[in-house]
T-cell receptor, first 112, second 108 residues
Framework: DVKVTQSSRYLVKRTGEKVFLECVQDMDHENMFWYRQDPGLGLRLIYF???????EKGDIPEGYSVSREKKERFSLILESASTNQTSMYLC???????????FGPGTRLLVL | GIQVEQSPPDLILQEGANSTLRCNFS?????LQWFHQNPWGQLINLFYIPSGTKQNGRLSATTVATERYSLLYISSSQTTDSGVYFCAVAPANSKLTFGKGITLSVRP
């Protein structure tokens, strides 16, 4: 059965903190994605990766970085958290470009 | 970039009713997916359907690629169908672009 897990369901951080969100998939998928979801805006792509150590910017990469050292793990990093990064963060993976994406349960991040 | 419009934005149904959710897109696509997000935030893929028709139980979907739209049909709706339905599309070898979603509430 397909499984994508995220390190936390809920997270509260203070402005200026460094924040790590981790995503792990057990399906040997090449592609992994980080989205953020905000009311009225749908899902917007932050970064994606199509292979280990490879990354591509999505639509809204500013203020974020990513790391993919192992195929199964894709980390999203907020170098200095700000209140406008309060959001729901969703990780997804897929076996290729034109295939189904599988999502993790999401992390609700609150930055105070 | 490609534009995705979903309609209606909100839908309220009585349990047992049928519904049709629409997704219009502005350019040719090689990838189209429908997702359901439950009230706890989990997104589940319903269909991968860049063209044609598929059915899975009470749900079915049709994409008419030449006319740039897709329809998701829900028959005999249940309260567990409540949530947000997203359509996401991508042109060839490109990332998915999501619509803003349709919020469905099914009342008992």
């Amino acid at each position: 059965d397909v499984k994508v897990t995220q390190s936390s369901r809920y997270l509260v951080k203070r402005t200026g903190e460094k924040v790590f969100l981790e995503c792990v998939q057990d399906m040997d998928h090449e592609n992994m994605f980080w989205y953020r979801q905000d009311p009225g805006l749908g899902l917007r792509l932050i970064y994606f990766s199509y292979d280990v150590k490879m990354k591509e910017k999505g639509d809204i990469p500013e203020g974020y970085s990513v790391s993919r050292e192992k195929k199964e793990r894709f980390s999203l990093i907020l170098e200095s958290a700000s209140t406008n990064q309060t959001s729901m963060y969703l990780c997804a993976s897929s076996v290729g470009g034109l295939t189904t994406q599988y999502f993790g349960p999401g992390t609700r991040l609150l930055v105070l | 970039g490609i534009q995705v419009e979903q309609s209606p934005p909100d839908l309220i149904l009585q349990e047992g009713a049928n519904s049709t959710l629409r997704c219009n897109f502005s350019d040719s696509v090689n990838n189209l997916q429908w997702f359901h997000q439950n009230p706890w935030g989990q997104l589940i893929n319903l269909f991968y359907i860049p063209s044609g028709t598929k059915q899975n139980g009470r749900l079915s979907a049709t994409t008419v690629a030449t006319e740039r739209y897709s329809l998701l049909y829900i028959s005999s709706s249940q309260t567990t169908d409540s949530g947000v339905y997203f359509c996401a599309v991508a042109p060839a070898n490109s990332k998915l672009t999501f619509g803003k979603g349709i919020t469905l509430s099914v009342r008992p």
